[in-house]
């Protein structure tokens, strides 16, 4: 009523503006009353209660396992080397160059070689000009043998020689003309397959040569990528350098060296877990070569496991290539019949809580409330959770923050966060 009175005699004095501006607090004070006392506005701790739900800690039995370490490696990888001695005229790139089947990597100066080659095509036809004439003379003593034109004299003298002569020393043994005929036929056959034998080896001298030429480029045998590059353009290159480490990057695998005690328990296809340094989480391998024999010093043996070429960070997430490459440092986890059974604590990422350095939780106590408690975390698991290795005891609820819902829409006149609905 006081108030009533004091607005009115300010009406009564005319002062507008300062009844204007008191109207307008009243008007709001009475607004906020209203709206509070209808449910409108949340209380601040309700506000912050329903940001977020009480979510039990998982406890999961883990199987017998240990961990090896390993490195990512491609899955197929060569070294290429020099097979002539020479300058390099041709590198196709740095470190990091896609190359196709077939493509030149590297190639050396090959001009020394062609001259041979021209030289030994030489040599090939010389060998076949030789055969050519054996045969020749092969045809000649057929047709016109060489003990028939061994005769002297000529006429009467000549033809009586044929006649008698040759025959008679045939007679005595001074002579044998079919021996000689057989020899000479053998010796003109000799010369045809010597002759042959050259035209041979002449075309092996360039088959040798052409080989050289084609060893001279370095060629890629898979499609992949240069690892690393040994040399550069203008080097001077032996046999046996090498050039450039090629690999197909596309598909990785993990390679570690496994006691003996484990392999026992592994087989060819075998699914198991693998973490990598450039991930959170862990992923599936398989395993794919274990070496027949074991290290003789370190009594190890070397196991292959493949990756796949893309994962998911979640349920309902997006496939994406695994970040990283070859080399990087690995872990799998193999099963272990000899270790220990032991629990795995997991709570989901969302619930830890960075106090500076040390990460937390908030439990819930028995009245509903929250209270901050320190734990030490491990390896992050799949499904977005994080193992705990301490701090917790696994049958407590933590704090993680509420999931977001569809807008409720608010039927009638009521406060909106700021907003008046109409």
């Known amino acids: 009523m006081k108030t009533t009175e004091y607005m009115q005699q300010l009406f009564a004095q005319g002062n507008g503006k300062t009844v204007a501006s008191f109207a307008l607090i009243a008007t709001v004070t009475g607004l906020a009353l209203w709206t ?146 057989y020899a000479d036929l053998q010796a003109r056959q000799q010369g045809v397959n010597q002759a042959l034998q050259q035209i041979k080896a002449a075309r092996a001298k360039i088959d040798v040569i052409d080989t050289k030429i084609r060893n001279a480029a370095q060629v890629a045998p898979f499609k992949g990528v240069i690892i690393k590059k040994f040399v550069e353009k203008g080097d001077t290159v032996q046999p046996g350098q090498p050039l450039v480490k090629f690999g197909q990057i596309d598909l990785w695998q993990i390679q570690a060296d496994v006691p003996v005690r484990l392999v026992s328990n592994l087989y060819i296809g075998q699914k198991i877990q693998a973490k990598l340094d450039s991930m959170p989480y862990p992923i599936d391998a398989y395993v794919r070569l274990i070496h027949p024999t074991a290290d003789l010093k370190r009594h190890t043996v070397t196991v292959k496991f493949d990756l796949p070429r893309t994962m998911r960070a979640g349920p309902g997430a997006p496939e994406q290539r695994i970040p990283g490459g070859p080399g990087m440092y690995a872990e799998v986890r193999l099963p272990d019949p000899q270790a220990s059974q032991g629990e795995i604590v ?39 959770r994080v193992q705990i290795l301490s701090g917790l005891n696994g049958d407590e609820k933590v704090r993680v923050p509420r999931r977001p819902r569809a807008a409720n829409h608010t039927q009638g006149r009521g406060w909106t966060g700021g907003l008046a609905t109409r």
């Not at 619930?351 to 106590?365: K, N």
């Open 36 to 181: 509070t006392a209808s449910g409108g506005v949340a209380a601040p701790e309700a506000m912050k209660n329903e940001r977020y739900e009480a979510v039990p800690v998982q406890v999961e039995r883990a199987k017998p396992s240990a961990v090896i370490g390993g490195t990512v490696v491609p899955f197929k990888e060569v070294t290429l080397t020099a097979q002539i001695p020479g300058t390099v005229e041709f590198v196709l790139g740095k470190e990091g160059t896609e190359a196709e089947p077939g493509q030149v990597l590297v190639a050396i100066n090959d001009d020394a070689l062609r001259s041979e080659r021209q030289a030994a095509v030489a040599q090939y036809y010389a060998a076949q000009s030789a055969y050519q004439n054996a045969q020749a003379q092969l045809q000649r003593e057929l047709y016109s043998p060489q003990v028939n034109r061994g005769m002297t004299g000529m006429g009467m003298p000549g033809m009586f020689d044929r006649m008698f002569t040759r025959p008679l020393e045939n007679m005595m043994g001074q002579t044998h003309t079919g021996v000689s005929r």
């Open 346 to 384: 997991s709570v989901p990422k969302d619930a830890i809580v960075q106090r500076g350095s040390l990460p937390g939780v908030y439990v819930q106590r028995p009245d509903g409330s929250w209270g901050f408690r320190l734990v030490r975390i491990g390896t992050e698991l799949s499904g977005g």
